[in-house]
C-alpha cells in the first residue's frame, strides 16, 4: 500500500533531513571533549586553584587593614580608695579617690604605616601569583593527562589495525597448510603473533583506562566521552616566552619585593611610636573634678641588639631572595633552551620517520608479502617485515607524544585563559 504525502508535506520532511543532516557534526562534536575544554573545565573546578584564591582575598583583606591607626585604648580606674578608718569604701568622701575614665591612642607614624601598607601589598601580589601557578599546575596536568588517553588511544586504533593483518595472515597460514602448500609451523608462528598484538592491545587498553581516570580527577565524568583531535602543536620563538613573564621568576620577584617591603617595616620600627591619653577623674561632690593629660614614649634603650639586629636580618633575608630570583631567572632560561632544544631534534625525528622510515617499512612489509605470495619467501620474513612496520609507527606516535607534552610543559609555564596551540612557529 502506497502512502501519498502532499507536497508541503513531503517538502517539510526533506528540509528536516537537510537540517539534521547539517547539524549533526556539531551534534556529535558536543559530545566530544576537546583539549581546551579539559584544560579550561579542570581551572574551574580544581580545588588548589579555589584555595589560591581564597589566599589571594585573605591578603587583600589584610592589605586594607594594614594601613589603620591601631584602636584606641578605652580606661577605667578607681583611684586611691580607702580601705580602713571611717571613710572605708567610699567612693566619695576622701578627697584623693578619683572615678576615672580615659581614652589612649597609640600614634604611628605615617611613614611606619605606608611600610606596612607596602608590605601587605606585596604579600597580596605574592599571593596573586600562587593562585596563577596554582592555575597553571592544574591547566598543565590536565592537558597532560588528556594527551596521555588520546596518544595511547592512537596506538591503540594502530594495534588493532595490525590486528586485522595478523588475522588474515592466520588465514592465509591455514589455507596454505589445508592445500599442503604451507607447514603447520607457518601456522603456529602466525597465531603466536597474532596473540602477541592482542596482548599488547590489552595492555594500551589499560594505559587508556588510567589516563581515563587521571583525566577524570580534573574534568569529572566527561572524562569518559570521546576525545576530539589532537591540535597541531607548533614551537614557539625563543622571545616568545619571556623569562620575567613566567611564574617561577614571578614568584621569586614578588618573594624579593614582600623581603624589601619587610625590610622597610623593621627599619621604620626603629623609631618608636608614642602614645597620648586623655583622662577624667571625678571626686566626691565636695571636691573637684580632675582632667590628666598623658604621654607614653618608649624607651629602646638596647636598640642596636634588638631592632637594629631586627631589620639587619630582613636585609639578609633581602639578600637572600635576591639571590633566589637570579638562580631562578638561569633555570628557567636553562630549561626552557633545553626543552626547545629536545623539541628541535624530535622534529627532526618526526620528519624522518614520515620521509624515510615509514615508507621504507610499509615497502619492507610489501615486498616481503609479494615475496612470499610468489612462493620465493617465508612467512617469517613477513611477520618481521610486519612487526617493524608497526614498531616503526608506534615509535612515531611516541616521538609525536614527547613533542606534545614538551608543549605542555612550555605553554603552561603561564596560565592560558583563551586558546592554546595558537603559537607559531620560530
Known amino acids: 500500500m502506497n502512502v501519498r504525502l502532499p507536497l508541503a508535506s513531503a517538502r517539510r520532511a526533506v528540509c528536516g533531513v537537510l537540517v539534521l543532516l547539517v547539524a549533526w557534526p556539531t551534534i556529535a562534536r558536543s559530545a566530544s571533549l576537546s583539549m581546551e575544554t579539559a584544560v579550561a573545565l579542570a581551572a574551574e573546578r580544581s580545588r588548589l586553584v579555589a584555595s589560591a584564591s581564597a589566599q589571594s582575598r585573605a591578603a587583600s583583606e589584610l592589605a586594607v587593614a594594614a594601613g589603620q591607626r591601631p584602636d584606641p585604648v578605652l580606661r577605667l580606674g578607681l583611684n586611691n580608695l580607702p580601705i580602713d578608718g571611717p571613710d572605708r569604701f567610699s567612693v566619695t568622701r576622701d578627697f584623693m579617690t578619683m572615678r576615672s575614665v580615659g581614652v589612649m591612642q597609640e600614634l604611628t607614624r605615617a611613614d611606619k ?25 592544574v591547566q598543565r596536568d590536565a592537558a597532560l593527562a588528556w594527551l596521555d588517553r588520546s596518544f595511547a588511544e592512537s596506538m591503540r586504533d594502530q594495534l588493532r589495525r595490525q590486528i586485522e593483518q595478523a588475522q588474515q595472515q592466520v588465514q592465509a597460514a591455514e589455507a596454505l597448510y589445508r592445500s599442503s602448500r604451507g607447514s603447520q609451523t607457518e601456522v603456529f608462528t602466525a597465531r603466536g603473533d597474532l596473540e602477541g598484538l592482542r596482548d599488547r592491545l590489552d595492555e594500551t587498553e589499560r594505559e587508556i583506562d588510567v589516563a581515563t581516570v587521571r583525566l577524570a580527577r580534573f574534568v569529572g565524568d566527561v572524562a569518559k566521552e570521546p576525545l576530539t583531535s589532537r591540535p ?39 623609631r618608636s611610636d608614642w602614645s597620648v591619653e586623655l583622662m577624667l577623674s571625678q571626686r566626691g561632690p565636695a571636691y573637684s573634678n580632675m582632667v590628666s593629660i598623658n604621654l607614653s614614649v618608649p624607651l629602646q634603650w638596647d636598640q642596636k641588639n634588638r631592632q637594629d639586629r631586627e631589620h639587619a636580618a630582613r636585609l639578609a633575608m633581602l639578600d637572600e631572595a635576591r639571590a633566589r630570583l637570579e638562580d631562578a631567572e638561569r633555570a628557567v632560561e636553562a630549561d626552557i633552551r633545553a626543552s626547545q632544544a629536545a623539541w628541535r631534534n624530535q622534529e627532526r625525528r618526526l620528519r624522518r620517520h614520515d620521509e624515510a622510515l615509514l615508507p621504507l617499512a610499509e615497502q619492507r612489509s610489501a615486498a616481503a608479502l609479494a615475496a612470499y605470495a610468489a612462493g620465493s619467501g617465508s612467512l617469517a620474513g613477513v611477520l618481521e617485515a610486519r612487526r617493524n612496520a608497526l614498531q616503526v609507527h608506534l615509535d612515531r606516535l611516541r616521538i609525536e607524544a614527547d613533542i606534545a607534552r614538551l608543549w605542555a610543559q612550555l605553554t603552561f609555564l603561564m596560565p592560558q585563559d583563551g586558546p592554546t596551540t595558537s603559537r607559531t612557529a620560530p
Open 232 to 270: 597541531a602543536f607548533a614551537l614557539a620563538a625563543d622571545d616568545a616566552l619571556p623569562i620575567e613573564r613566567t611564574l617561577v621568576v614571578a614568584e621569586r620577584l614578588s618573594q624579593e619585593n614582600a623581603a624589601l617591603a619587610e625590610a622597610r617595616v623593621t627599619d621604620a620600627e626603629r
Open 113 to 137: 604605616r605606608a611600610a606596612r601598607v607596602e608590605r601587605a601589598e606585596r604579600n597580596v601580589a605574592l599571593a596573586d601569583v600562587g593562585r596563577k601557578q596554582a592555575v597553571a599546575e
